[in-house]
């Protein structure tokens, strides 16, 4: 190989490395920039949700429909909400959350608690009228 040769590839090398470097500083800037979207989407879709903890459901039942039904008998007996209004209040769902225990016991309940059931409204209002 020339000399004129080498020098030309040694150009071609050093150009790669300088785009693989800019590569790698645009991939992370894009794995930032889509998780910070991830965790903006995952807030949105959480924050119509109402998280009644400590309920004692009667059955053990995990059931969507038994939650629903549950959520509201609680609202009209206890929170004593006019039966209209909770009519009214369209759920879109509406669950225990899962079973687990952890380390740290952060966000988790053991087996021998309630477990927490949430509820996904469709309008803030619809929340705020649920926690006034």
Request: aromatic fraction near 8%; charge should be neutral; include cysteine.
């Amino acid at each position: 190989m020339t000399e004129t040769g080498l020098e030309n590839a040694n150009e071609k090398i050093a150009s790669l490395e300088t785009d693989v470097t800019k590569f790698r500083e645009e991939m992370a800037s894009f794995k930032e920039e889509k998780y910070k979207s991830d965790i903006l989407s995952e807030l949105r879709s959480k924050e119509f949700n109402v998280l009644f903890l400590g309920l004692k459901m009667s059955s053990n039942s995990e059931n969507p429909a038994e939650s629903e039904s549950f959520v509201r008998s609680f609202l009209i007996k206890d929170l004593k909400f006019p039966q209209s209004e909770v009519d009214r209040l369209h759920f879109l769902n509406v669950h225990c959350l899962p079973r687990r225990v952890d380390a740290t016991h952060s966000l988790t309940y053991s087996t021998h608690n309630n477990p927490p059931i949430v509820v996904k409204l469709p309008k803030m209002k619809d929340k705020f009228t649920i926690l006034k």
